[in-house]
């Protein structure tokens, strides 16, 4: 499965730790949300970035106290009609002011990019090598939005109030 | 009406490109048809029993001249010349041929006209009251908000993958003409003690399989914070609503599972952590909405033109005027109903050459506007009253001035089994007999208003629970049953029928319902006790012993 990350097709540097597996004594992993909670403490004090990979039916409140030491949140779409993960990324980005990686996992395809990525994630596990050879011109389809996010992007709204100011001030 | 300028156009053609691109992968091989099904179904692309279905959004319900035209146009150049209006302000084209759709999503799109989230489990076409901005005592043009939540809804990144469905309805005026008590959010625009204007906000109302009448969240969420304040609804349902099961799923099932107190803490809550947030909505941003709904320069006219005193004289014109004229809020203007219910007809039919006459009609006497309705009929929203005599014979013409409106033959019903994959009876066919049946004029008006309302299958299209008599088809043993209910309605005073006994066979339902009908003219006190007034007096027991004594 493809990693997206900043746009291009990228190695994963994250290990996926299976369930029961001994933990590397470095490098960066990829762990469950139950593993993680076990003992949070002792995995953050390991040598190597740590990532959670966090179920969609869990309030991410859980994870909040530990956020600003984790190099990774995975957010999980077992299918793609299922979009809990949506509001668990915005919450994460804009509320609890995330700012590592935040990654979508499961059933992602190229016609998510843009919800997803407006949504806050900014890596992608791509279930088909097309969806992700295609990233860089589906995530740019629009170019006009009518919801403020915490990504940033000026909504129509704000675009049509700033052309009145402007075309006030010309007058 | 509401002029979309450059963004609306440039992200209706982006979606238009998007989905060009989906089909064709589609075509190719490239989306399997699960992945492909939630893609079509966010543009409001079904596969139905015989075809593809596709189905077009008309937000709150207002079009212009232009826009109908371009409906005709697509009825007549990619389907079989006709189109079936919808309950929630849309309209259904039966027979689209898949690889035909985005050039028919293009043609729509050059008039501002898109068909996005009119299916899916996302946030469906907003709706609204079909006579909004132009109903004497409304508490103002409900269509600013409607408009300002249509953007919104529109490819939200947070709830377009949502457990199901969701609908939302506005209404400003007292009488409530969006039927807002069944949807998921209701939204009853009023004024505060202090005259600041917000919203009470009604949550979890729906038909279906589990039909609920929706309950009030919040007496007032101001103007400013009703966005923020659906977005935390959102919010909670998105996280907490059931996906184990689609039958559950609705925020109704929510709703009634914690208990509305509860329900609202949860909503309480994330608001109050959302805070001031960037979805507040500032003054100038609303007024920003506000300017670009340009209203018709109405002339200064009398109350009572000659030309209708004359055609006064006319007992066809004075009847088809009781029924289907209504007060406009300026003097000398009404607000005209066409009636999409002629008798013998499929409810909410219109064909493309009706529909350029509409829309010619429109621009010489309703300053180029249209309104569609939940109750599946058309109006023309501002016609000077000397011109009625003249637009009545145009509408007759053309087979669009059946005097109707509200009386017993003003039909809602869902395509039923002739058309749709899920019904297990046909409607049409019922609603054609029964318009047969009460195709007396002079009856009907003696009956008065009466709403009959007819659906295919539990799943309720024809909102049959809230009409006045509710017909449900139902499977027994692969013949076709109907259950009876009566005294629902969708009103203000929403509310759902009683089913009055065992469910009759396909060709027992016309008289069944005739003898509904007639045991109300017998029991009601007075003529203008309304049908659904004497059932509310009376219960369903002398209705049921009418109708299952002899049979």
Redesign the interface.
């Known amino acids: 499965m493809p990693l997206v990350k900043n746009g291009r097709i990228t190695t994963d540097l994250f290990v996926h730790v299976a369930e029961g597996a001994e933990l590397p004594g470095d490098g960066a992993v990829l762990i469950s949300a139950a593993r993680f909670l076990e003992d949070p403490e002792a995995i953050l004090k390991r040598a190597g970035k740590t990532g959670v990979i966090w179920p969609n039916s869990r309030a991410v409140d859980d994870l909040v106290p530990y956020l600003d030491r984790l190099a990774a949140v995975a957010l999980v779409f077992p299918t793609f009609r299922d979009g809990r993960a949506y509001s668990q990324a915005r919450l994460l980005r804009e509320r609890h002011g995330y700012d590592g990686e935040l990654r979508a996992t499961g059933q992602v395809l190229r016609d998510q990019f843009v919800f997803m990525s407006r949504a806050g994630f900014d890596a992608f596990e791509v279930k088909k090598d097309a969806d992700a050879e295609a990233f860089a011109e589906t995530v740019k389809r629009y170019s006009v939005f009518y919801q403020p996010t915490g990504d940033g992007r000026v909504t129509a709204l704000n675009r049509r109030m700033q052309l009145r100011h402007s075309e006030s001030a010309g007058q | 009406m509401y002029a979309y ?1 450059e ?2 156009r ?2 209706i053609n ?1 979606r238009v ?2 989905f060009r691109d ?1 089909v064709k992968r589609r075509l190719s091989g ?1 989306l399997t048809e699960d ?1 492909f099904k ?2 079509r179904l966010q543009n409001g692309v079904y596969l139905q029993l015989h075809a593809y279905m596709f189905r077009v959004a008309i937000p709150y319900g207002t079009l212009s001249s232009k826009q109908l035209r371009r409906l005709a146009h697509v009825a007549r150049r990619y389907d079989r010349g006709y189109g079936h209006f919808t309950t929630r302000q849309n309209i259904q084209f039966n027979w689209i041929k898949l690889a035909e759709l985005p050039d028919a999503l293009a043609e729509l799109a050059e008039v501002g006209i898109h068909a996005m989230q009119t299916s899916g ?1 996302n946030m469906r076409n907003v709706t609204s009251d079909q006579w909004a901005g132009v109903a004497p005592g409304e508490v103002e043009d409900p269509r600013i908000w409607s408009e300002i939540l249509r ?2 809804t ?9 457990p199901r469905k969701f609908k939302i309805a506005i209404t400003a005026s007292e009488h409530d003409r969006a039927a807002i008590k069944i949807h998921d959010i209701g939204l009853r625009l009023h004024k505060n003690a202090d005259g600041e204007t917000g919203f009470e906000v009604l949550v979890g109302g729906g038909l279906g399989r589990t039909p609920f009448i929706a309950k009030t969240i919040k007496p007032f969420v101001h103007g400013r914070d009703i966005l923020s304040y659906v977005e935390a609804i959102l ?1 909670v349902y ?2 907490y609503g059931r ?1 184990d099961n689609i039958y559950k799923a609705r925020i109704k099932i929510l709703v009634h599972e914690l208990g509305i107190e509860k329900f609202a803490r949860e909503v309480d809550e994330e608001w109050r ?1 959302m805070g001031h ?3 507040t909505l500032d003054h ?2 609303i007024e ?2 506000r300017s670009r709904f340009s209203y018709p320069a109405y002339e200064k006219l009398p109350h009572m033109p000659d030309e209708l005193k004359q055609a006064a004289h006319d007992p066809l014109f004075e009847r088809w005027r009781k029924n289907s004229v209504a007060p406009h809020k300026v003097q000398g203007y009404s607000i005209v109903t066409l009636s999409l219910k002629p008798v013998g007809g499929p409810p909410g039919d219109a064909t493309a050459d009706q529909m350029d006459a509409i829309a010619d009609l429109a621009d010489k006497y309703s300053f180029g506007e249209i309104r569609v309705g939940h109750e599946q009929n058309l109006a023309l929203p501002h016609v000077a009253k000397r011109d009625l005599p003249q637009l009545w014979k145009a509408l007759d013409r053309l087979g669009l001035a059946t005097p109707n409106v509200n009386l017993v033959t003003d039909i809602i019903a869902c395509p039923g089994l002739d058309y749709c994959s899920l019904a297990n009876a046909r409607s049409i066919p019922i609603a054609q007999e029964l318009t047969r049946r009460f195709a007396n004029h002079d009856t009907a008006d003696m009956i008065g208003r009466l709403h009959i309302n007819i659906s295919g299958c539990i799943n309720a299209c024809g909102h049959h629970h809230v009409g006045h008599i509710g017909i449900l088809g139902v499977e027994k043993n692969g013949e076709e049953f109907y259950q009876i209910t009566i005294g629902g309605r969708a009103d203000e005073n929403a509310q759902m029928g009683v089913l009055i006994g065992p469910a009759v066979p396909y060709a027992e339902v016309a008289d069944v319902i005739e003898d509904i009908v007639e045991a109300y003219l017998a029991l009601r006190d007075r003529p203008e006790e309304l049908f659904v007034d004497t059932v509310k007096r009376l219960g369903v027991e002398p209705f049921k012993e009418r109708v299952y004594a002899t049979r």
């Open positions: 300028d963004l609306d440039t992200l982006e490109s998007e989906q490239e992945e939630m893609l489990n953007q919104h529109t490819l939200h990144p947070e709830f377009s993958f949502l919010r998105n996280q996906r952590q947030s960037a979805l100038s941003v920003e909405v």
